[in-house]
């Protein structure tokens, strides 16, 4: 079955780049809504945004300004790349698979284990 | 936004017990809702998706249903392995977002 693995540094510095990666094993990248979530402690599941196919992405207005996306279709991997970050991005990020036109309709279906990710100086 | 409101908070229950979770949107999302179960160190599991289609493998205990703006999780008999976090997620427009969360507890 599919299966998702996020990997990237664990600390990253005020004011510098959050870069994380997903590797998606058991199934194709292609043709599937791929997206990021992040927890931050004590706060709710916050959406990120999603890319399909490096042809489309659509992310959440509060946090557009600083958030890249983008697919390796060779090595079957996803990223998320998070500028400018500032202890507010202190958070758990997890990569996961979003069912768009297909059942289960819009929801999310299929979770990497999440990756702590802390800023500090 | 769409703002999920979910409650209670928290809630202590017994194994066996049935037990009712809400989530409440804060416009009409037409039932694009999905319920998922956290358990701490691990990653959300999709448990129902268009407010009442439960997932493959998920055990029947667990139910949804929607009146209006306000969902619900239903679990019939509490086990051992459901005291968990539940989530609820709003599908009906960008951005997605996501209830608080309702802690079930053992009492």
């Known amino acids: 079955q599919v299966q998702l693995q996020e990997s990237g540094p664990g600390l990253v510095r005020p004011s510098e780049t959050l870069s994380l990666t997903c590797t998606v094993s058991g199934g194709s990248i292609r043709n599937k809504y791929w997206s990021w979530i992040r927890q931050p402690p004590g706060e709710r599941l916050e959406w990120i945004g999603y890319?399909?196919?490096?042809?489309?992405?659509n992310y959440n207005p509060s946090l557009k300004s600083r958030v890249t996306m983008s697919l390796d279709t060779s090595k079957n991997q996803f990223s998320l790349n998070l500028n400018s970050v500032t202890t507010a991005d202190t958070a758990v990020y997890y990569c996961v698979r979003y069912s768009r036109g297909e059942t289960p309709f819009y929801s999310f279906d299929i979770w990497g284990q999440g990756t702590m990710v802390t800023v500090s100086s | 936004d769409i703002q999920m409101t979910q409650s209670p908070s928290s809630v202590s229950a017994s194994v066996g017990d049935r037990v009712t979770l809400t989530c409440r949107a804060s416009?009409?999302?037409?039932?694009?809702l999905a319920w998922y179960q956290h358990k701490p160190g691990k990653a959300p599991k999709l448990l129902i998706s268009s407010a009442s289609s439960l997932q493959s493998g998920v055990p029947s205990r667990f139910s949804g249903s929607a009146s209006g703006t306000d969902y619900t999780l239903t679990i019939s008999s509490l086990q051992p392995e459901d005291f968990a976090t539940y989530l609820c997620q709003q599908g009906k427009s960008f951005p997605l977002t996501f209830g608080g969360g309702t802690k079930v507890e053992i009492k």
């Open positions: 416009q009409d999302i037409t039932n694009w």
């Open positions: 890319i399909y196919n490096s042809e489309s992405t």
